[in-house]
């Protein structure tokens, strides 16, 4: 099992930064690929990235790719969110999320953080 918690959301300007993080305790964590959804009220759940478990090879969304960055240390057990260029359009509850392998399923969720950007 593991356990996870984000943080770094909050209110910012459309064109400004933010950076998500998302702390994991339990298993190992290098054990884990990582990755980030959102969803807006209203609206399905959105695949923003997903990063490996070692390599840290990423893969984004087509609405993030180019301003958003994900990363990780395997040694503060922590993947991060780095966005930039915030649309409001990215206004959303945040989402980290890990599986075990590559082909699995997102089986470990944390409880969101709030991102709203205004216009």
């Known amino acids: 099992q593991v356990q996870l918690v984000e943080s770094g959301g909050g209110l910012v300007q459309a064109g400004g930064s933010l950076r998500l993080s998302c702390a994991a305790s339990?298993?190992?964590?290098?054990?884990?690929?990582m990755g980030w959804f959102r969803q807006a009220p209203g609206k399905e759940r959105e695949f923003v990235g997903t990063?490996?478990?070692?390599?840290?090879?990423?893969t984004y969304g087509d609405s993030v790719k180019g301003r958003f960055t994900i990363s990780r240390d395997n040694i503060k057990n922590t993947v991060y969110l780095q966005m930039n260029g915030l649309k409001p359009e990215d206004t959303a509850i945040y989402y980290c999320?890990?599986?075990?392998?590559?082909?699995?399923?997102?089986?470990?969720w944390g409880q969101g953080t709030q991102v709203t950007v205004s216009s």
């Open positions: 999320t890990a599986r075990l392998t590559a082909l699995a399923s997102y089986g470990y």
């Open positions: 339990g298993r190992p964590f290098n054990n884990y690929y």
């Open positions: 990063i490996t478990r070692n390599t840290g090879i990423t």
